[in-house]
């Protein structure tokens, strides 16, 4: 057997509804992993066009529409998918929501809060509930997607964001070290910046093109943009048994962003 065998495993996404998207992604590699998957969105229409990919290779996903903000919603989320699937063994949180930027001066309240109610609160929801169902069976693996972000200063007004994601950080250290005893564990994938939906979109913009791009990829060592399907792979390491030993940490998937010396780190001419 592969230590990355993740066949028969019961793997909820949430997020998973982008078409293109991250959580996209890992619902898609973890089905091919054969993994047996309910995947979660509070974009209904996204979700139905994520479980059509996935059934078109052989896999039928339980679908549940759901807000991880809203805690009725994420206990009903639950509910369903033990009375279908059974007892959750894999989490995977990757919700995102990051509407207009603005200067934080400018930050209203009501939206401070929304950031952190789906970006932190939800993700301590889905953890909250996911644990309660492990803690119960002795087993369990949480991954949550943090950010460069919640590492470094993005800007652009990143700034809420940039506080939730480092505070997702946090939960994942201290998750971790609670239930390392009971045969779980926490860990991150921390994405840099990714060629998604949201990101392509940014493409249509000459500003964004001329100004912001060539920042962004100054920060890139690997010189490109990373791919939805880059998370895959980690995904289903931290996943799998192959990772039992892998606990609390904060695995960079981002072609060596956060590795870069702020200040400028040079490589030799020509390569
Ligand atoms: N794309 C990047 O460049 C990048 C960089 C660093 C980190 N990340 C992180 O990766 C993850 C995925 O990012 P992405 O760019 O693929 O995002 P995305 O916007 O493409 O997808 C996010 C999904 O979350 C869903 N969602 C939003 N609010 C929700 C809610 N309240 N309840 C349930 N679902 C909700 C959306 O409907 C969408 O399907 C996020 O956690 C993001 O912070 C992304």
Same mark, same amino acid.
């Given at each position: ?44 229409q ?55 930027r ?23 929801l889905?953890c909250?509930a996911a ?7 002795g087993?369990?693996?949480?991954? #949550?997607?943090?950010? #460069?972000a ?38 991150a994938?921390l ?25 962004i990829?100054?920060g890139?060592?690997q ?30 998937v981002?072609?060596g962003?956060?590795?870069m010396?702020?200040?400028g ?7």
């Amino acid at each position: 057997m592969s230590r990355f065998d993740l066949e028969g495993k019961i793997v909820l996404v949430t997020g998973a509804g982008a078409n293109g998207g991250i959580g996209h992604a890992l619902a898609l590699g973890f089905a091919q992993a054969g993994a047996r998957l309910a995947i979660a969105d509070c974009d209904v229409q996204g979700l139905a066009q994520t479980a059509s990919q996935m059934e078109q290779i052989g896999h039928k996903p339980v679908v549940i529409a759901c807000d991880i903000s809203h805690p009725s919603q994420v206990n009903d989320m639950f509910t369903t998918l033990s009375s279908t699937l059974g007892a959750v063994q894999v989490l995977v949180n990757v919700p995102f929501f990051f509407p207009a930027r603005v200067p934080p001066h400018e930050l209203l309240l009501e939206d401070w809060e929304r950031m952190l109610a789906v970006n932190l609160t939800g993700y301590f929801l889905c953890c909250r509930a996911a644990l309660r169902v492990m803690l119960a069976a002795g087993d369990g693996s949480i991954i #949550n997607i943090g950010s #460069n972000a919640g590492e470094l200063a993005l800007g652009r007004g990143a700034m809420p964001y940039s506080c939730a994601k480092a505070a997702v950080h946090q939960m994942t250290r201290e998750l971790a070290i609670e239930y390392a005893s009971a045969g779980i564990r926490v860990n991150a994938l921390l994405p840099a910046q990714t060629l998604t939906p949201g990101l392509r979109a940014h493409l249509d913009s000459q500003r964004f093109r001329d100004h912001v791009l060539p920042r962004i990829l100054a920060g890139l060592p690997q010189g490109k943009l990373l791919d939805p399907e880059d998370y895959v792979g980690p995904a289903i390491f931290l996943a799998s048994n192959a990772a039992r030993a892998v606990n609390g940490v904060l695995l960079p998937v981002d072609g060596g962003n956060l590795a870069m010396n702020a200040g400028g780190s040079y490589t030799w001419p020509g390569l």
